[in-house]
């Protein structure tokens, strides 16, 4: 299927993850940020796999290349959701 038919993927926080997100008050990290989740929501797996147990879920990590942000997120099986469990902005 061609990219640009796909659906995007829905975006949820961890509870880290969303206590970290309230804690951003800088309008440009909130911008780097929101340029992140949209990448990860066309592209799921455009970040790389982290090494894991093989128990554990399967986590992946997103550095965005032009602003200061790193996002620890893994995705759902169906790759609808990408649950994000840690901010850096």
């Given at each position: 299927?061609?990219?640009?038919?796909?659906?995007?993927?829905?975006?949820?926080?961890s509870d880290?993850?969303?206590?970290?997100?309230e804690?951003i008050?800088?309008?440009?990290?909130?911008?780097?940020?929101?340029?992140?989740?949209?990448?990860?929501s066309?592209?799921?797996?455009?970040?790389?796999?982290l090494?894991?147990?093989?128990?554990?879920?399967?986590?992946?990590?997103?550095?965005?290349?032009?602003?200061?942000?790193?996002l620890?997120?893994?995705?759902?099986?169906?790759?609808?959701?990408?649950?994000?469990?840690?901010?850096e902005a």
């Amino acid at each position: 299927m061609p990219r640009n038919d796909r659906r995007r993927a829905r975006i949820a926080f961890s509870d880290p993850a969303a206590g970290q997100l309230e804690e951003i008050t800088s309008e440009a990290a909130l911008h780097a940020l929101d340029r992140a989740l949209v990448a990860l929501s066309v592209d799921p797996e455009l970040g790389d796999p982290l090494p894991s147990a093989v128990d554990r879920v399967p986590l992946r990590e997103y550095t965005d290349p032009v602003e200061q942000v790193r996002l620890l997120y893994f995705v759902t099986a169906l790759h609808t959701v990408v649950v994000v469990a840690y901010i850096e902005a």
